[in-house]
């Protein structure tokens, strides 16, 4: 079935840990991004890939890291948790980037304690 | 700075009309999308504008006047199913999208 996945669907994290969040697409989309979204928030950017090598800062990229080794995989790395980034993350793509219709994954649900 | 505006909550009946209206200021605009979003889900794509005018599809339409900094999205026949959250995003002059914060709709028996 065509679509993005991601993995976990849900998390509880001790603060100061590292975690990889983890996002597919078998859709041989070009673009893929990452969300967060937060209670009366709209979703923002945290990193972006236009296509496969190359990745770019969003709007909130602080703690946050990227690579995009190949078309398929775009995982997101907290390389050390704090409770401020207790959100839910959504892993997105498009087949043009930047201008043309997003589609996303499930969401991860992600708790810092 | 970048503003999407959205009303926070709305209150419909079953079989009725809603209209959920976006305001906008962004530098420079591309385009503008609303995104479906049901509880505890992903988001899924419903419209794009980037013309001014009506866009039908089905039950829903999309209304965008880019001299008002203005969309709706209207729903005829609502559902329970319509019950979710409706994202406004705007696409601005980096083609960067803007997100709105969402409108949670509630549809009444």
């Known amino acids: 079935i065509a679509g993005i996945t991601q993995a976990p669907t849900s998390q509880i994290l001790a603060a100061g840990r590292r975690m990889t969040l983890r996002c597919t697409q078998d859709?041989?989309?070009?673009?893929m991004y990452w969300y967060r979204q937060d209670l009366g928030l709209g979703l923002r950017l945290i990193h972006y890939?236009?296509?496969?090598?190359?990745?770019g800062k969003g709007e909130v990229p602080d703690g946050y890291s990227v690579s995009r080794a190949n078309t398929d995989d775009f995982p997101l790395t907290l390389a050390s948790a704090v409770p401020s980034q207790t959100s839910v993350y959504f892993c997105a793509s498009s087949a043009l980037p930047r201008t043309d219709t997003q589609y996303f994954g499930p969401g991860t649900r992600l708790t810092v304690l | 700075g970048q503003n999407i505006d959205q009303p926070t909550e709305m209150t419909a009946t079953e079989g009725a009309i809603v209209q959920i209206n976006c305001t906008y200021q962004t530098s420079g605009f591309n385009g503008l999308f609303w995104y479906q979003q049901h509880a505890g889900e992903a988001p899924t794509f419903l419209s794009y504008n980037v013309l001014d005018g009506l866009e039908e599809k089905g039950r829903f339409s999309s209304f965008l006047s880019r001299s008002k900094g203005y969309s709706y999205l209207l729903l005829k026949e609502l559902q329970m199913k319509d019950s979710a959250s409706y994202l406004c995003?705007?696409?601005?002059?980096?083609?960067?999208?803007?997100w709105g914060a969402g409108t949670k709709l509630i549809i009444k028996p």
């Open positions: 890939s236009n296509t496969a090598g190359t990745t």
């Open positions: 995003a705007v696409l601005d002059s980096n083609y960067q999208l803007i």
């Open positions: 859709m041989r989309h070009n673009a």
